[in-house]
């Protein structure tokens, strides 16, 4: 099943980090009729996001003559800012990284253009703080595979200027994208605060020998994470027995919840010893066909999920 593609539109976007997460942001920006130039140094690897590419557009039903509209540059000295509307920074989680993109951007991007970084801990007003135009500068945080989930985030830093948000926030509701604003900018935005505060429970679980990995997977997977694709956890409990069934549980249970300020041992254990998840075969094991087929299997559903959120999401 295809996820929608929004009516064709006209405008230039600059994505600057052609991983994962530029790659699926280039997608839905081609599927939507806006033509993409993405900076990526490694020019080794230009092959193999633009097959990344061809199977995300393929997802979402575009054309795959889309990809033409793609034009990869080495540096942004190559770039042609002239009618771009929007620049995305979508390099690696480290900050002085991002400062640096941001310092180049700082004078090459042409004035009133918005620029965003892609961080999901890193705050705007720490990477932006040294720019001369920092008032235009955002947080626009995606969740990959980025061309399949359609929340972004929309984070106002302490020095943007809301217009900024607002001419972000369109853009993206322009392209398909549920926009999620986010007034403060504080470590973990909104979205990664609440999936954090689960993360953490869930490993003081396994860690405690309350459940296994698999069992926390199957707790949240078809019970209430079920139920938070019809409705989000406020509006979940006003329709199940109301608030006040809420709060005479939460006063039994919040007692007992971790409260832990540092990730837990177990965690810590498992990435020290690379036992990481897909991309290194363990943690459980994951063999090569294995976890492709996992991969295939869960982006199918996420892409069924999103259609099923298109036809039937929102309240009339």
């Given at each position: ?19 994962l997460?530029?790659r699926?942001?280039a997608?839905f ?10 900076v990526e140094?490694?020019q080794s690897?230009?092959?193999t ?45 480290r900050l ?8 180049e ?18 705050r ?5 703080k ?17 061309h399949l989930?359609p ?6 830093g ?56 698999d ?5 949240v997977?078809?019970?209430f ?9 406020i ?37 020290a ?7 290194s ?11 492709a ?24």
């Amino acid at each position: 099943m295809n996820a929608p593609v929004v009516s064709p539109a006209t405008g230039r976007a600059v994505i600057v980090g052609f991983g994962l997460t530029g790659r699926d942001i280039a997608a839905f920006f081609l599927a939507g009729g806006w033509r993409v130039t993405a900076v990526e140094p490694e020019q080794s690897v230009w092959q193999t996001a633009r097959a990344r590419l061809d199977g995300s557009l393929a997802q979402l039903g575009a054309s795959p003559e889309r990809v033409a509209q793609l034009t990869l540059v080495a540096t942004l000295a190559e770039v042609d800012f002239a009618g771009v509307e929007i620049v995305i920074e979508a390099v690696p989680e480290r900050l002085l990284l991002k400062q640096a993109v941001f310092a180049e951007l700082d004078g090459l991007v042409l004035e009133g253009v918005a620029v965003a970084t892609n961080a999901s801990g890193l705050r705007v007003t720490d990477i932006a703080k040294d720019c001369k135009t920092r008032q235009r500068m955002a947080n626009l945080h995606f969740f990959l595979p980025a061309h399949l989930v359609p929340g972004v985030e929309v984070v106002r830093g302490e020095y943007t200027d809301p217009e900024i948000c607002d001419r972000v926030a369109e853009i993206m509701a322009g392209l398909g994208r549920k926009v999620i604003r986010v007034s403060r900018d504080v470590p973990g935005f909104l979205a990664n605060r609440i999936q954090h505060a689960l993360m953490r429970e869930a490993f003081a679980a396994i860690e405690e020998g309350l459940a296994t990995a698999d069992d926390v997977d199957t707790a949240v997977r078809y019970t209430f994470g079920l139920r938070y694709i019809a409705a989000g956890p406020i509006l979940q409990k006003e329709m199940s027995g109301g608030l006040e069934k809420q709060l005479a549980v939460a006063r039994t249970i919040y007692p007992f919840l971790s409260n832990k300020a540092e990730p837990s041992a177990t965690l810590t254990k498992l990435v020290a010893e690379n036992r990481v998840g897909l991309k290194s075969g363990r943690f459980r094991e994951w063999p090569p066909e294995k976890a492709a087929r996992e991969q295939a299997r869960y982006e199918r559903v996420l892409l069924e999920a999103a259609r099923l959120l298109q036809d039937k999401g929102d309240a009339d």
